[in-house]
């Protein structure tokens, strides 16, 4: 183990952006700097590291931005990364710099970014899980879902005044890409009728009779919340075809989108984002000590991590178990049992 201590990070976001983003760079911005470390902020993710768009942080630079959506690095995807020549020059603007470790807060993408990143060039990288979606293996919850979840149920029960005055059936789309925990805890939250997951096959048949069953109990309005990545398309698509058969209710789509991305961060995912800035640059800290003992062993298994919540404890977990395709986070079969059950 003869590489360079670590003293020098930089702080990134990646990826589509989630509130408390900027909570966690606050927390790994101040953690950083607790330990002795000179801090750098990456602007717009990946796409700042190849154009060395650094800015240098300071604790009075993350002042006033816990409470703030969006993120004050920006963030972005960037397709340069993903070829070779992009990466060989983020890393040479990483040695220009002498920045040595990345902390990045992201989704699936921006974690395969930093482990191609590391086996290229070996530099430490620990990966903070940071999207409305909820979707990484490794952690219960990422920042930005409850956030997400509270501005998906307040949409919801406005939505539930206006249905209910008209007598309407509404078909709601929220976002989680191929994921349908936002739909399902924000669908129980809210008592909707119906919850359509990319995680379950839709009956359109059971729908519509479900949907029937509901009418002729005197249901003033029904909802049916559509996960974005539901097989049988988005909201409109599944609205026209109960439609067609199911033509005297008066139906209508809402597409809720990007709302769900903004907005001031929860107290819940606040503290989450806090934990895990912290989290990630003490594992970032203690590499330096595992080199100090030579614990080769232990510093190979944290050199590239995502930090994550499991349990209400901190853990950390290989890099590339985060985006295998057999690890992926499955829905709570509880949960989508009890939604049914009191959707009578
Ligand atoms: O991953 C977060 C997310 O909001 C997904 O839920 C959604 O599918 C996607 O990003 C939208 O991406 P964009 O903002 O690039 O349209």
Redesign the pocket.
Known sequence: MNKRKIRHIAVMCS??DAPGMNAAVRAAVRAGIYHGFQVTGVVRGYEGLINADFIQMDSRTVGDIIQRGGTMLKTA?SERFRTPEGRKTAFENMQAYEIDAIVAIG?NGTFTGGNVFYEEYGIPFVGIPG???NDLFGTDFTIGYDTACNTVIDALDKIRDTADAHDRLFFIEV???DAGFIALNAGIAAGVEAILLPEEPTDIEVLIERLSKNAKKKKPSSMVIVA?GNTNGGAIEIAKKVNEKFKHYDTKVTIIG?L??GGSPSCFDRVLASRLGVAAVDTLANLNKYQDIGDTDTYNANVKVMVGVEKDAIVRIPLAETFKKENRKLINPELLEIAQLLAL
């Open positions: 990826g589509g995807r989704g999207t409305i979606d976002m989680g890409r974005e990007h769900q991305r």
